[in-house]
Nanobody, 126 residues
């Protein structure tokens, strides 16, 4: 079981930046991918960004491409999401996630994630 704890959420005006962090512990040696998801009120959870821990390849949802950057350390114990040029539609609860399935290496295979943090709120005002 992988434990994940997010931090760094908050409120910002449109055009601003925030950095989210996630601390991973437990069976992190089994983790193939780490990712960020978000869920806005009344909407389903959507994948935002992912990183394959073996080769550090990344994948982004079209809605955040060129604005968000995902990164991790070599031990895959800390995950970061740098968010620039934030928009009101980025407002959501953001979740850190981990996958112990190699299927997560398929770009956009969001269903492969099996561990979740509690979430951190991001609010962007216009």
């Amino acid at each position: 079981q992988v434990q994940l704890v997010e931090s760094g959420g908050g409120s910002v005006q449109a055009g601003g930046s925030l950095t989210l962090s996630c601390a991973a512990s437990g069976a992190s040696y089994r983790v193939y991918c780490l990712g960020w998801f978000r869920q806005a009120p009344g909407q389903g959870r959507e994948g935002v960004a992912s990183i394959y821990t073996a080769g550090l390849s990344t994948y982004y949802a079209d809605s955040v491409k060129d604005r968000f950057t995902i990164s991790t350390d070599n031990a895959a114990s800390t995950l970061t999401l740098r968010m620039n040029s934030l928009k009101p539609e980025d407002t959501a609860m953001y979740y850190c996630a981990a996958s112990t399935s190699i299927m997560c290496s398929v770009r956009g295979r969001w269903s492969a994630y099996d561990s979740w943090g509690q979430g951190t709120q991001v609010t962007v005002s216009s």
